[in-house]
């Protein structure tokens, strides 16, 4: 299968990887790299640009393919390295990123200069069109399903992805709500020219976190994520647990009044309890409706094959079949 995408990454498959904290290590980007995807290293769970170098090269020894690297600009206070980052993926040769949070446009020149073709998290087509006119190469649009952070809008992909190509000359992806082979002909129909899986990736063999996290999002259905932080305009797709349900009666109790402080025993430092311990209820954790679709652990090869098989033949029998 050729898009835009796959000629934009040099892939194999319209399918990219989403940058997951505590997730999105070596060795599920390289299995789905592997596999024909794009494999994204999440650039901020390493905590130093050394510690990324050094997930790079190992990333390097497991896959020949193109890989990535998620860095999302956060709006802290004591901001983390960024240029020292960017100068560790640009000596790496990582030729793939895949930006989120603040606008990266003062990184954009270095990061051609090198060869790097840069992909934009967005949720709206406002801020899709702004990634486009400051010279992002692909956006990734994510819809009100996705786990982590949808964005203030609450529009679902349904409506965003055919709005995103209406209004977008660049190539796109859509997130959220993207599991399987009708999830990416569905988005492809949209206009969409591939998928991105987060919580999907999550769910397979190679993912390197507790088995308690694999089976918590196979278990869930697609009733069992709730919105967080909404009072602090910080929205959040998060699993159901004990934490969840106290973070949200606090919300209810404080109203308006709430402040970051008020929440930090159920969000702050909780990722490496959770993904690499299995301390299920440690804290709230991104977790995307799309959970209701999954229910099983395939390994990222068998999920990936899966996906395109599944695909092709919606496309060549299901649909061709409709048309007289």
Same mark, same amino acid.
């Given at each position: ?100 949070? #603040?606008? *990266?446009? =003062?990184? $954009?020149? !270095?990061?051609?200069? @090198?060869?790097?073709?840069? &992909? ?120 159901? #647990?004990? *934490?969840? =349900?106290? $973070?949200? !009666?606090?919300?209810? @109790?404080?109203?308006?009044? &709430? ?66």
């Amino acid at each position: 299968m050729k898009t835009r995408i796959t000629e934009l990454f040099g892939i194999e498959h319209p399918i990219i990887q989403g940058g997951m904290h505590y997730v999105g290590f070596a060795e599920l980007a390289a299995a789905v790299s592997n596999a024909g995807g794009l494999g994204m290293i999440t650039g901020l769970t390493q905590k130093t640009p050394e510690l990324l170098a050094k997930e790079i090269r190992r990333c390097r020894e497991m896959t020949d393919k193109p890989f990535g690297v998620n860095l999302t600009f956060l709006p802290t206070v004591s901001s983390p390295d960024y240029p020292g980052y960017i100068q560790t993926i640009i000596d790496g040769g990582v030729k793939a990123v895949e930006t989120a949070g #603040n606008n *990266p446009q =003062k990184y $954009l020149p !270095a990061l051609h200069e @090198a060869g790097v073709k840069v &992909i934009h998290k967005c949720t709206s087509v406002r801020h899709s069109l702004k990634a486009e006119s400051i010279g992002c190469d692909a956006v990734s649009v994510d819809g009100f399903e996705c786990g982590g952070h949808p964005g203030e809008d609450d529009v679902p992909n349904f409506i965003l992805l055919p709005r995103a190509a209406e209004s977008l000359k660049i190539p796109f992806v859509a997130s959220g709500g993207m599991a399987d082979g009708r999830s990416l002909v569905a988005a492809l129909s949209l206009g969409a020219e591939g998928i991105n899986m987060g919580t999907r990736f999550i769910a397979t063999k190679e993912a390197p976190v507790h088995q308690n996290v694999k089976d918590a999002i196979v278990a869930a259905t697609e009733l069992d994520t709730r919105l967080v932080m909404r009072p602090l305009r910080n929205t959040e797709r998060v699993l159901l #647990n004990e *934490p969840t =349900k106290r $973070l949200l !009666a606090k919300e209810a @109790a404080l109203g308006a009044s &709430i402040k970051f402080e008020d929440i930090i025993d159920e969000v702050a430092g909780v990722y490496p309890r959770i993904m690499t311990e299995g301390l299920m209820e440690s804290g709230v954790w991104s977790c995307g409706m799309v959970a209701g679709l999954i229910h099983d652990i395939p390994t990222v090869k068998e999920l990936i094959d899966t996906i395109m098989r599944d695909a092709d033949a919606i496309i060549r029998q299901r649909l061709a079949g409709f048309v007289g």
